[in-house]
């Protein structure tokens, strides 16, 4: 609907549907994003106790800057390799999501099908979330890379 109304020349329809995106999506993504956020916590915590980052401040350097060039670079690892994990568990949360809201999309649509037995929507949905997860995966090693400099590519 969203990308319908912005094809069809009609922003009232898409303001619509995304007025009413707003609770599936905040039901699919609030236990991933805290469970990412708890993970970014411990790892900051950690690396704020670190030699590199206590020499960052004796320089002289803003906190703004420890915490962004020195703190957060090397921390973000374990929060990007929990939010791969955590695609796996937002696509299997789709189709319930889209049932209990009854919004048209991929997971209602496999929903739909398994009852009915259509195995090649179920088999193409599969494929198709599969593909998704092992991309977005490979996106989040090549941000690993970029972010921690000890990675390399």
């Not at 703190?71 to 189709?95: D, E, K, Y």
Request: glycine share 8%; net charge negative.
């Amino acid at each position: 609907m969203t990308l319908d109304g912005l094809l069809h020349g009609e922003p009232s329809v898409t303001f619509d549907a995304l007025r009413h995106l707003i609770l599936p999506a905040t039901c699919i993504a609030l236990i991933p994003a805290v469970s990412i956020g708890r993970i970014l916590r411990s790892s900051l915590e950690e690396t704020l106790e670190k030699d590199h980052v206590r020499t960052a401040r004796m320089k002289g350097l803003s906190e703004w800057t420890v915490m962004v060039r020195h703190a957060l670079r090397n921390s973000l690892g374990p929060a990007l390799s929990m939010t791969g994990l955590q695609i796996g568990f937002l696509f299997a949360g789709v189709v319930v999501i889209e049932s209990i809201f009854a919004w048209p999309g991929i997971g209602n649509y496999v929903a739909e099908g398994i009852p009915q037995g259509d195995f090649p929507a179920i088999a193409g949905v599969t494929l198709v979330v599969s593909v998704a997860y092992v991309v977005i995966n490979a996106v989040v090693d090549i941000l690993q890379a970029i972010a921690d400099p000890r990675i390399k590519l």
